[in-house]
């Protein structure tokens, strides 16, 4: 393909000069004249189609830098520098910001080119979703209920993910599949806030965790997930992370030792005579001397309280055997 352009744009100056040539009666230098430019309009065309987009933006920025710098300078002392120096310090200028911008242009694209247009507090509050925060669901509700606004941006591989998952043949994921699709169409009615499909891809990078830190990095934006790994990954790249199961632990009732619940005892727990209830969030209450009482509803007496990565564990004893 490139090189079926690279012949069109040949034969195009080729046809265009001898044309001119025709018309100044000079056809055989027009002809030549063509041959020569379509040459070197290929090749700079070759090693124009090979630098990215955001290193071709890179070097046009450095260069008018390089310049304006030089110009600034040289403002004051043009009387007193010769000619010769002047255009010395224009090119060492000028190719210094050329380089520097080819180098520092590497990383841009056409979004971020765009968002340099934008207005910088809006851009700061984007936030990425990634499939677990989407199958999940309660972030619909989170942002419903006005606690969290701002855009949010759904990634075209991560749409492509939850259409594979609710393709599947597994009854189970092909329902968390068609439930995260629903929460996305629920999210884009909510008047209050933006959703944006990203077309931004990173065909290098296989992982999709990978991809969503590299997204999150571009864009300058947070990453909302329910994936622990993720969340791992994440702030360790510097990417801020917004959990929504760390938030639920946080907003979970606090419960302090020597306080009094009633609870029903459910099962029994792992240790010896032990019994396991659950609060209203579900957090896990287990019981000590509560394999006896399965089945009953008791008043027991909170003795402490573990917070682990996973949420929080509460262990307590039944309140006759504290009283007695």
């Known amino acids: 393909m490139i090189f079926l352009q690279k012949i069109l744009l040949f034969l195009l100056i080729l046809v265009a000069s001898t044309l001119y040539g025709y018309s100044n009666q000079m056809p055989l230098q027009g002809a030549i004249t063509g041959v020569i430019v379509g040459i070197i309009s290929s090749i700079i065309y070759s090693l ?19 310049i304006s710098f030089s110009y600034l300078i040289l ?17 060492l200028f000028s190719y210094t910001g050329l380089f520097i911008g080819y180098h520092k242009g590497k990383g841009l694209t056409g979004p971020t080119l765009m968002r340099l247009f934008k207005d910088k507090e809006k851009e700061e509050d984007i936030k990425i979703l990634d499939t677990s925060v989407i199958i999940d669901g309660r972030i619909a509700d989170i942002i419903e209920v006005g606690f969290i606004g701002g855009s949010f941006i759904v990634p075209q591989f991560i749409l492509q993910e939850l259409q594979h998952i609710a393709d599947s043949p597994d009854p189970i994921r092909r329902s968390k599949g068609r439930r995260g699709l629903d929460i996305l169409h629920r999210l884009q009615k ?32 947070k990453i909302m997930t329910n994936d622990f790994n ?18 639920a632990n946080v907003l979970k009732p606090v419960v302090l030792p020597g306080e009094t619940l009633t609870l029903f005892i459910v099962k029994e727990g792992k240790e010896y005579n032990q019994g396991v209830a659950y609060l209203d969030d579900g957090t896990m209450v287990v019981i000590e001397n509560g394999r006896k009482l399965i089945g009953k509803s008791i008043d027991v007496i909170v003795t402490s309280v573990l917070q682990t990565t996973a949420g929080r564990m509460i262990f307590a004893k039944p309140r006759d055997e504290e009283q007695s």
């Open 75 to 91: 403002l004051p002392l043009d009387s007193i520098i010769p000619q010769e120096i002047q255009q010395l310090i224009y090119i």
């Open 48 to 66: 124009i189609i090979k630098v990215k987009t955001g290193s071709i933006a890179g070097i046009f920025l450095g260069l008018v830098a390089g």
């Open 230 to 247: 993720l969340n791992k990954v994440a702030e360790l790249q510097g990417v801020p992370v917004l959990n929504i199961n760390e938030l």
């Open 190 to 221: 909510i008047p209050t806030i933006k959703v944006k499909i990203s077309e931004e891809d990173f065909p290098k990078i296989k992982e999709v965790d990978s991809k969503l830190v590299a997204l999150a990095r571009q864009q300058n934006a």
